[in-house]
């Protein structure tokens, strides 16, 4: 057997996230300045914005939302902010077509402080079933002393018991080899620590997830981390690199900017409907880079269910650059094939053998190749 067919094999039961999972999450924006008001207005914004439409599903809080127990253990959230509790935000979220998400940690406490789910599992489950929860993404701060892959197991089982299909988001940032036991353990799992809204951490982190694309597959997904494309800190070709990268990648694709004040290039990119259709490709293989020669001209490609490969000619230097892709390289017969630009939204035409583009610096051309004859 093969390293894919194992985790196929092996991978999560509980029929989720069959393609990677696509939503919002508070964190890269707001930090802990999360409330019921901001999660309804960017339920609003994800239905006005037309991101419903084009795929986004999850609306997720991050830290902070909690901030203690009751008497009888029961989490709590913050009753300033979250008035009511998170009930109510959750059937409002669903009212709107889309599902929610929330945040916790494997340990004592959150990264922020706030109570963590250690020795409450079952219990903790049970509330985010009640309340409507979708999906959970479960943190590592705190943990001291405890073992990853039987803490994260046992809140797996604490969903699986708690009756509601919930999408399990494993966050351990890598730390633990997760990419050996989180495709039995959780839908998708961090491969690295936080990224940054900058060039430079895109980067690393692109480097480091792409080794361990051999596990990723439907239902179990390798996590980069989630999206900064529109908050500022990059141009607008860095972010179309970052988000055809991570499409390429077959990464979840988290939006994390302010979706209420979107202008209308950031809106542009996050909802490319070619580009988002090669990271939900059914086929669900995370692509790699094929070729690099000179370094920082990279070729990276992924396979398609239909035959044809998705392909992002990446320029990492500062100049802009003739870059070639060979049908050879990305696994394709030399013969024709048709060549579309998912950036333009335009064919290309026929081309036999290899097609050439010019690709200016810190940006990418993002195609899809479909061999005239199938491979
Ligand atoms: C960790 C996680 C982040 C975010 C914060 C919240 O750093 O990796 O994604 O959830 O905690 O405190």
Known sequence: MDLLTIVLLTALPNGLARTPPMGWNSWN???CDVSAALIRQTADAMVASGMRDAGYQYVVIDDCWQVARDAAGRILADSLRFPGGIKPLADYVHQ???????????????CQGRPGTY????????SYAEWGVDYVKEDWCNAEGLDAPTQYAKFRDALAAAGRPIVFSICEWGSNRPWEWGPKTGNLWRTTGDIADRWNSMLSILDLSTQYSAVSGPGAWNDPDMLEVGNGGM????YRAHFSLWALMAAPLMAG??????????????TNREIIAIDQDSLGVQGTLVGENPPELQTWAKPLKDGSRAVVLFNRSGLATAMTVTWNRIGLRSGPASVRDLWAHADRGVHTGRFSATVQPHAVVMLRVTPAVAP
């Open 235 to 238: 141009t607008d070709d860095e």
């Open 257 to 270: 900017n302010d979706l209420r004040d979107m202008p209308g290039n950031t809106r542009e990119i996050l």
């Open 29 to 31: 924006h707001f930090g």
């Open 96 to 110: 709107k077509g889309l599902k929610f998400g929330i945040y916790t940690d494997a340990g004592r406490r959150t």
């Open 119 to 126: 020795g409450h599992e079952e219990q903790d489950a049970r």
